[in-house]
């Protein structure tokens, strides 16, 4: 990870964390303030004992701005601090191969791989039939011969 990439995640980190704390602030200001008329508490006593917010609790704007803000920048952080992509083309792929600015990732029968097609050469999971034909004859030959 670059150092302005931590910068910017840390700094969104921040940021959400004052978004969420002004959001939690708000709710419980909204919560505890008492309303100005008596009617306008009768009002807002029903809609809170019949399950719904009481009036008035949807967050500001700046705050809702805030929050998206944040986490924008810290998924905009987040992304840079990745590792590099490898090329989505093989000719290029295996040009980067060839030309040493890569190293391939498998390692094959405890080999480290040279080129991109030598898991295919080396085939650890298949069966060699001619190998196991010609050991079967010799088997018979030597079985045949005693």
């Known amino acids: 990870m ?3 990439s931590k910068l910017l ?3 969104s980190s921040l940021l959400l964390a004052h978004a969420c704390y002004s959001a939690h602030e708000h709710s419980l200001l909204s ?8 009617a306008a508490s009768s009002s807002s006593a029903s809609s809170t004992t019949a399950g719904s917010a009481p009036a008035g609790s949807s967050l500001p704007l700046d705050m809702t701005l805030e929050t998206l803000f944040s986490v924008s920048l810290l ?6 601090s990745g590792w590099e992509l490898k090329p ?3 000719r290029a792929y295996a ?3 060839e030309s040493g600015k890569i190293q391939p990732d498998g390692v094959i029968g405890g080999k480290k791989g040279r080129g991109v097609f030598d898991a295919l050469e080396e085939r650890p999971g ?5 190998k196991q034909r010609k050991e079967f004859t010799e088997w018979v030959k030597l079985e045949g011969s005693s």
């Open 2 to 4: 670059s150092l302005p």
């Open 75 to 80: 998924l905009l952080g987040l992304v840079l």
């Open 31 to 38: 919560t505890t303030t008492p309303s100005s008329s008596p």
């Open 9 to 11: 995640i840390a700094f």
């Open 88 to 90: 989505i083309s093989l």
């Open 95 to 97: 040009g980067m191969l």
């Open 126 to 130: 298949f069966l060699d039939i001619r």
